[in-house]
């Protein structure tokens, strides 16, 4: 058991008290922007991830994302200007969660071949399985030793969070500068 911290959506979190679990629900994702339309193909690939590396099912949905540290809503950027949420302090067993490297993450939204070859990836397989690379803790470490001016930052997933599992809830209406 860990802890963990999320922000999410007021109404997310209003739904997940209904239900009694908060999950990736798509109708307070990132794709209800037809700005963002474009990273599902990325989404749908980490939850297929998450399914085979866990062997949770999400059931459809994408997971939730979780940090080792409580998220700054003061500095903005969370939501969008006005918009209600709350951050979630959370405990969580260990065997649900999965650590990814959130800055190899953007190798896969952004469809870049996950490689430090001067070369692009042969095919879309070797392309995908470049992106494995974010989940392994020792390749990641090994490459800021290689590369001093890198660092790592890991982020979290999980199927679901169940409303007892929920520690504490701070409310904020976010302040800063839209997504």
Same mark, same amino acid.
């Given at each position: 058991?860990?802890?963990?911290?999320?922000?999410?959506?007021?109404? &997310?979190?209003?739904?997940?008290? *209904?239900? $009694? =679990?908060?999950?990736?629900?798509?109708?307070?994702?990132?794709?209800?922007? @037809? !700005?963002?339309?474009?990273?599902?193909?990325?989404?749908?690939?980490?939850?297929?991830?998450?399914?085979?590396?866990?062997?949770?099912?999400?059931?459809?949905?994408?997971?939730?994302?979780?940090?080792?540290?409580?998220?700054?809503?003061?500095?903005?950027?969370?939501?969008?200007?006005?918009?209600?949420?709350?951050?979630?302090?959370?405990?969580?067993?260990? &065997?649900?969660?999965?650590?990814? *490297?959130? $800055? =190899?993450?953007?190798?896969?939204?952004?469809?870049?071949?996950?490689?430090? @070859? !001067?070369?692009?990836?042969?095919?879309?397989?070797?392309?995908?399985?470049?992106?494995?690379?974010?989940?392994?803790?020792?390749?990641?470490?090994?490459?800021?030793?290689?590369?001093?001016?890198t660092n790592t930052k890991y982020h979290y997933l999980v199927d679901r969070i169940d409303v007892g599992q929920v520690?504490?809830?701070?409310?904020?209406?976010?302040?800063?500068? &839209?997504?």
């Open positions: 058991m860990a802890i963990y911290y999320t922000y999410q959506h007021a109404g &997310a979190w209003e739904a997940a008290n *209904e239900r $009694g =679990y908060l999950f990736g629900d798509p109708a307070y994702g990132i794709f209800q922007d @037809e !700005d963002y339309a474009y990273h599902r193909p990325a989404y749908d690939w980490l939850a297929g991830q998450y399914e085979q590396r866990t062997e949770i099912s999400l059931h459809g949905n994408y997971p939730v994302w979780l940090s080792k540290t409580r998220p700054d809503v003061a500095r903005g950027g969370y939501l969008e200007p006005g918009e209600p949420g709350v951050v979630l302090t959370v405990e969580l067993p260990d &065997a649900h969660v999965l650590e990814v *490297e959130a $800055g =190899y993450w953007t190798f896969a939204l952004n469809r870049y071949f996950l490689s430090f @070859e !001067d070369r692009e990836a042969k095919d879309e397989e070797e392309l995908k399985k470049s992106w494995e690379k974010m989940f392994d803790r020792d390749w990641c470490e090994a490459i800021v030793e290689e590369y001093p001016e520690l504490d809830v701070t409310t904020f209406v976010e302040e800063g500068a &839209a997504l």
